[in-house]
């Protein structure tokens, strides 16, 4: 909140020509009422509990500012009653806030932050499977700010600072949060050749495990040799310090990459190197990485592919397994039918080995599928229906589960300029 006092002082002193009172104001309030069936409510790995979830969600979206400066605020709450869960009701907020300023068409100042708070009703230590009732009640923010300045068109430094919350209000502590500052500089010494320099620290603190410490600085060179193709080679580090029991690791990671584009409505690209992970007390871990990705867009289809492997570092997400040797492919499309409205999809597999999470490598294969149909009625009133199956397979029992849902949606929104 401190933060969002300063932005708000920063928005009000700017120069007269940037006065509010200048400037154009869109609200946009909306409620919607949703019917959800989920076959397992609780994400438990047996034993699962299925429902009947309904939910009755007011909210508003405001908007003002122009190219130069800009504010957005959109809350929504939300009451969501279960037919036979325990909790049977559930009160949640959402509050997203956007704020940007640029001066001289050189120097900007970027504001994001997302809040949520779940009030789920807590029964204390009652649990089904290894979740309990009371992880429902928690806080959850994510902040980033950045201030940038451009040297030209392509070249910039920015500085920035990411901040993650997660708060969990209940006789379990469980609290984890993250402060990461990051530094970037970007610079094309002419048409053919640049550069980009990134360096970050993330302080990791939790009530669960032990605090960490991570360095992370990476050098990417970049070829150029026409606007349509781009060439990079990219080397980084990556030096994790935990404060007690818990191994330290570095991590060198070495890449070339190459990415084209064939037109304004097709791209792909595509890389490939090699990571050596050297941890104390436990086996080295190295691999091979590469991924390919693509994106078509042609009128009113839009589709994504992408195809990938190497290493990835979990945490911050409950679990916190940390180092991983990943395996992914995901399949994404959107299709408008214009005042039919518009279908999307979306699928992906993934494989994760977690191999110092514990004496035993634990291994997890996740799959999502969903599909959603959004379709306008009137000018202000819109329905959408939409399914979701998660699956998730594990070496280790407590780490599986399987939901699907079903949703239908009405939404009733509408404009108002000044």
Known sequence: MFLLFLVLIFFFNVNADASLLNKHLLFEPRISSSL???DNIYFTSNNEVSDWLYYISPG?????GDNLSKINLDYEYQKVSYSRGIPRESNRHYLELDFNRLWA??????????????EDPAIIQQAIGAIKYEKLKYDYNVTNVQFRYSLDRDSYCSLGYNYMLFNNRSSVVENTSSHNPYL??????SFPYGFHVHSDVNFGEFDYMPDFVE??????????NSLESLISIKFSISNMYFSSSFPDYDIYDFSIGYSYAYSDSLNFSLGGGYYYQYISFFDDQSGPSCYFRLKWKEDE????FEASSGYDEIYFDGEDLGFSKFLLFGLSGHYSFYNYGS?????????DNFPEASLETIREYSTVFSFAWDCPITKFLSASFEFMHLNRKSNLDDYEYRDNRITFKVNLSRSFVW
Request: without cysteine; aromatic residues 34%.
């Open 215 to 224: 360095y992370q600085n990476y050098i990417s060179v970049f070829y150029r």
């Open 184 to 189: 970037d500089f970007v610079y094309w010494f």
């Open 60 to 64: 508003f979206s405001l908007t003002m």
């Open 105 to 118: 068409n050189r120097f900007s100042f970027i504001f994001r932050d997302n809040f949520m708070r779940s």
């Open 36 to 38: 959800e069936y989920d």
């Open 343 to 351: 279908f999307f999809v979306n699928t992906s597999y993934r494989v």
């Open 301 to 304: 289809v839009d589709l994504s």
